[in-house]
């Protein structure tokens, strides 16, 4: 017997957060330790070890004929779609001779069989009445890991269990769908006369307005309404890293919520308030102007442009300025002027005044110019410095000689709250997708965004908190909106 090391190795993280990018990796029931290492690395810890379980298929197909050898396992010739449902009907071939299936199994590891032609499985009834599970599948495609060596591949509830015993796992952490598979965790490791780890279950995490199933995913991405298992309106771990989600905010997001046995459905605002907390305090402040409108400012009073110093993150020092230009032409956000404004409005009118954060000045209109159409081209403007008699409502933020950048808003993918209950929608999730979930759109930016590289995040001043995503170049630079400045109560 192989007893556990001293350290407590947990090996499963599965809440509704993960289990979907888990799912995506695996290949031929390889339990890819890398995704732990990707998981534990974007929260912020450091792996002991790097590990998969093809890095013991061998050892595996020698239980596997230790099984035959014990009349435990035998090779079976029924097929996928007879396994299928409630009660299927007993192999046929469940008392075949030791010395037949030891010889079937052999052939099956030298690919003498088709796809689909035979299998192994275990003489095991599960918790739910399922008989003979399934422990090795014949599969002619390349494995990431070993290539071509092996055309048959163990199952997940052969690897899961064999494999946390061969690495010393102390505890296996998953969620309660695995309840049933306990029995053959157990059953397993003690047929083959080797250690066997604990496996306990808790409730899974899940959030409304999206999906968690790999196969719904995995439709979405076939049917053109995600992008990719990346795609930043997911909920898988790569699509909260892409849309800018810190992993400091998902730890200490996970950490209000504690463990439970019940299952739960968080609303995204919760996690989005966690993420707000943590950008709050880190995120590099710039100004961004969503829908531009120039602004010419008539007596610039300065014959050069001007730098301005602005503080990268204000109140703290340490983490240093950066520099904006300043000159005539300057562009506001086009929600910033309205003609004749009402008593609400705090923004640049033909009567009001508005100030312009950091040069200090208030700016009044002086012409609307417009386009041959009629619509609005720009303003001229004149601009003094701001005192206590002149003290506008607000100061806006701005930008001049700016860096044309691409920026992309998300909304939830669903429009209801539970997009798999047929009750809530009657026509399947797919009915149920919000067809302005993605907005894209062109905004201009200050000029220290030049040079920003991938998932580095910052508040957009007014607007909300952004991230740059994988598409950007250093020539065409995309954001991801992560979430608003403040939660829209008035959003579902």
């Known amino acids: 017997m192989v007893l556990p090391s001293t350290y407590f190795h947990v090996v499963l993280i599965d809440t509704g957060l993960c289990t979907l990018l888990w799912k995506h990796e695996l290949r031929n029931a390889d339990k890819c330790y890398l995704l732990y290492y990707r998981l534990l690395y974007f929260a912020g810890y450091k792996p002991y070890k790097i590990t998969h379980s093809s890095d013991y298929f061998q050892q595996l197909y020698e239980w596997a004929k230790l099984l035959i050898e014990k009349n435990l396992a035998y090779v079976c010739h029924q097929k996928a779609e007879e396994l299928k449902g409630f009660n299927p009907k007993p192999s046929p071939w469940r008392e075949r001779p030791v010395e037949e299936s030891r010889q079937l199994f052999e052939d099956m590891k030298n690919g003498k069989f088709d796809e689909g032609e035979a299998t192994l499985r275990l003489k095991l009834t599960l918790e739910e009445g399922k008989l003979d599970p399934v422990a090795y599948r014949i599969k002619y495609f390349p494995h990431h890991c070993t290539g071509n060596e092996w055309c048959i591949y163990p199952t997940y509830d052969y690897t899961h269990c064999l494999c946390d015993s061969l690495e010393n796992v102390t505890h296996s952490l998953c969620t309660k769908e695995f309840q049933s598979r306990r029995s053959s965790y157990y059953w397993l490791c003690n047929a083959v006369e080797t250690y066997c780890p604990v496996q306990w279950e808790y409730g899974r995490l899940n959030m409304n307005y999206t999906v968690v199933s790999k196969r719904k995913i995995a439709k979405l991405i076939?049917?053109?309404?995600?992008?990719?298992?990346?795609?930043?309106?997911?909920?898988?771990?790569?699509?909260?890293?892409?849309?800018?989600?810190?992993?400091?905010?998902?730890?200490?997001?996970?950490?209000?919520?504690?463990?439970?046995?019940?299952?739960?459905?968080?609303?995204?605002?919760?996690?989005?308030?966690?993420?707000?907390?943590?950008?709050?305090?880190?995120?590099?402040?710039?100004?961004?102007?969503?829908?531009?409108?120039?602004?010419?400012?008539?007596?610039?009073?300065?014959?050069?442009?001007?730098?301005?110093?602005?503080?990268?993150?204000?109140?703290?020092?340490?983490?240093?300025?950066?520099?904006?230009?300043?000159?005539?032409?300057?562009?506001?956000?086009?929600?910033?002027?309205?003609?004749?404004?009402?008593?609400?409005?705090?923004?640049?009118?033909?009567?009001?005044?508005?100030?312009?954060?950091?040069?200090?000045?208030?700016?009044?209109?002086?012409?609307?110019?417009?386009?041959?159409?009629?619509?609005?081209?720009?303003?001229?403007?004149?601009?003094?410095?701001?005192?206590?008699?002149?003290?506008?409502?607000?100061?806006?933020?701005?930008?001049?000689?700016?860096?044309?950048?691409?920026?992309?808003?998300?909304?939830?993918?669903?429009?209801?709250?539970?997009?798999?209950?047929?009750?809530?929608?009657?026509?399947?999730f797919l009915n149920d997708v919000n067809p302005n979930s993605l907005k894209i759109g062109v905004a201009f930016a200050d000029q220290s965004v030049k040079g920003a590289s991938v998932f580095q995040k910052f508040q957009f001043q007014r607007v909300g908190f952004f991230s740059v995503d994988t598409d950007s170049t250093p020539e065409h630079i995309v954001f991801n909106r992560t979430c608003e400045i403040k939660a829209d109560k008035g959003k579902n």
């Open 222 to 428: 076939s049917e053109g309404h995600v992008r990719d298992w990346d795609d930043p309106r997911l909920f898988t771990l790569t699509a909260l890293r892409r849309r800018g989600y810190p992993s400091e905010a998902i730890n200490n997001f996970c950490a209000t919520l504690g463990l439970t046995g019940a299952q739960i459905a968080i609303h995204p605002r919760a996690l989005e308030a966690c993420v707000r907390t943590v950008l709050n305090r880190t995120a590099r402040r710039i100004m961004v102007v969503m829908e531009p409108l120039r602004v010419i400012i008539a007596n610039f009073p300065h014959d050069v442009p001007l730098t301005l110093e602005v503080p990268n993150i204000p109140g703290n020092d340490e983490e240093g300025m950066h520099s904006v230009p300043f000159d005539r032409e300057v562009w506001i956000e086009r929600s910033d002027f309205r003609e004749n404004g009402d008593d609400d409005y705090r923004g640049l009118t033909l009567d009001q005044s508005v100030g312009l954060k950091y040069p200090n000045l208030v700016i009044k209109v002086e012409e609307v110019v417009r386009t041959p159409s009629g619509d609005i081209d720009h303003l001229k403007v004149t601009c003094e410095p701001a005192t206590d008699s002149n003290k506008p409502k607000s100061f806006i933020h701005w930008v001049c000689h700016p860096v044309k950048i691409e920026v992309r808003l998300y909304e939830q993918l669903f429009n209801h709250a539970t997009p798999e209950d047929p009750a809530v929608v009657p026509g399947g």
